[in-house]
């Protein structure tokens, strides 16, 4: 068979299996986890893979799961990601009631997308006729919640990073990927079906813990040290320094506080609070980074309070693969048409720690649409259900066969262009830069 006969016979196949793919997404929706918790996810992902007959390995990096098919000969190995984790968003109307995590940023889509695109492949053969290895992959905690939670995992040894893929690199899971795709979801409009191309922020976190002391708050505030006071005049000054940041830089600085005091009575000795500092480039992330430090120190010096403040890896801002970026979205455009694909070069100011991959190995982001509302809000909602799990099991089991069909001559293009930033050793020395207090 030639490529478009690959082609047309993998999406026949996905499309004869896509009530079971709709299934998957709809019943991961329904049970959303946060990251380093998606153990109920993780087992959805495990009986696809059992079906499939797709030797696994589980618990990666806590709940990561991969498999890896093998095609006809060796060659190169290309991944197919999907994230397992939902993010916090206690209003929307499927949240889970105790966590408040809710799939209002549409990561049940990337794993339908994922395993839809793992059945159109092995149970169509195709696989058979690719000269490379296709490694299928859920990954834990792309969105960067729960700091304090992950960084006591942390320090338990349980993880290296806050960020799934992050951890996925330090435990050498990606030395023997050679190229990476996955896709987001996003409300793309009415006409438009997918998008490609673009880039993002990185940032860095921060765990910021301000120490006063103690007082009656009535009878004896003069004996105490309001650290609470401190942090407010902490957030104040990161404030003043706003006009500073250079918009092509895109700074973003979103600090909250997670602990105000222990009672209202008491003069407040601890006060804990998460803050990212987004940027275009490392360099401008940099820059803004020590200007907040140096604001927040003010703050207790203000007042005679203390500061610690823990750096925290944040995640590097995404740039795709042009040859990869491509030869997606030539596969949506024979899926939906020319017209309902959007290209893009936009810069977002939110952040994914895909981009950290991209730093090492070529590898795609694309958008799918299918959904409407904000992403992180109450009103994200799935809205086409086709559009948002099976179109992108299409176009991903599309793009590995364009990538590893004839001898693999296209992945190996991809491979030739690609300038890494960092390999996987300098990366990991990079980040440990900023584990200090």
Sequence with gaps: MNKQELKDKVCQVIEEN???IIGIGNDIFAHPELGYKEFRTAGIVKEIFEELALPYRDEVGITGVIAKAKGKESGPNV?????????????????????GAAHSCGHNAQIAGMLGAAIGLIKSGVINELSGDVTFMAVPAEEYVEIGYRQKLRDEGKIKFLGGKQEFIALGELDDIDMLMMYHSSATGEDIKAAVGGTSNGFVGKLVRYIGKEAHAGGAPHNGVNALNAANI??????????TFQDNDHIRVHPIITKGGDLVNIIPAEVIMETYVRGRTMDSIIDASQKV??????GAHAVGAEVE???IPGYLPRVNDAIMDNLI???FEQLVGEEA??????????????GDVMHIIPAIHPYIGGVSGAGHSKHYEIVDEEIAYVLGAKAMAMTVIDLLVDGATKAQEVKDSFEPIYNKDSYLEMWEEFFSK
């Design 18 to 20: 896509k009530d079971k």
């Design 309 to 311: 403040i823990t750096e």
């Design 293 to 298: 430090n140096r604001a927040l120190e003010a």
């Design 341 to 354: 694909v959007a290209v893009t070069d936009r810069h977002g100011t939110g952040s994914s720690d895909i």
């Design 329 to 331: 979205k030539e596969n």
């Design 79 to 99: 991944a197919v990601m999907g994230e397992l984790d939902a993010v916090v968003c206690p209003d929307h109307p499927h949240a889970d009631p105790q966590t």
């Design 234 to 243: 902490g957030l104040m000054a990161i404030h003043a320094n706003r006009e």
